[in-house]
């Protein structure tokens, strides 16, 4: 017999950690729809393929988050917060490459806002789902 999925109880900073992973999912395809020269550069004035993809993507796995968010599932939930860190994974050196960011803002930024709430998330997650 198979039995439920892991209901997660929420904390205070679990739900801080998991809004600071997901806002940028839906601020970013904000501003790719709404302001396409912020990521495209100054002489682009719509919606790109490689925009479009990048809208797509944040949007469902945003989306999943907030699904996942509802049941309460710990599973899911460490699924996706590994996705999201594998994306920003190499989101961070693309970011560096092609945009010609400042190295240690880019390092501030995305360890703060990017790889230590996942790393709270999937611990908080892994202990909840051994017990």
């Known amino acids: 017999m198979k039995k439920p999925p892991k209901k997660v109880p929420y904390t205070w900073w679990f739900l801080l950690a998991l809004f600071s992973l997901i806002w940028p999912m839906f601020l970013g395809p904000y501003l790719a729809i709404y302001n396409p020269s912020f990521f495209e550069g100054p002489n682009v004035s719509e919606l790109t393929l490689s925009s479009g993809l990048y809208v797509a993507r944040n949007l469902a796995v945003g989306l999943a988050f907030l699904l996942a968010i509802y049941l309460r599932n710990a599973s899911m939930l460490f699924i996706l917060i590994i996705v999201r860190?594998?994306?920003?994974?190499?989101d961070a050196p693309m970011f560096f490459?092609?945009?010609?960011s400042n190295l240690i803002g880019l390092v501030i930024i995305f360890t703060i806002f990017c790889y230590l709430p996942a790393y709270i998330g999937l611990r908080y997650l892994w202990n909840q789902t051994k017990k």
């Open 97 to 100: 490459i092609f945009k010609d």
């Open 85 to 90: 860190l594998i994306t920003d994974l190499i």
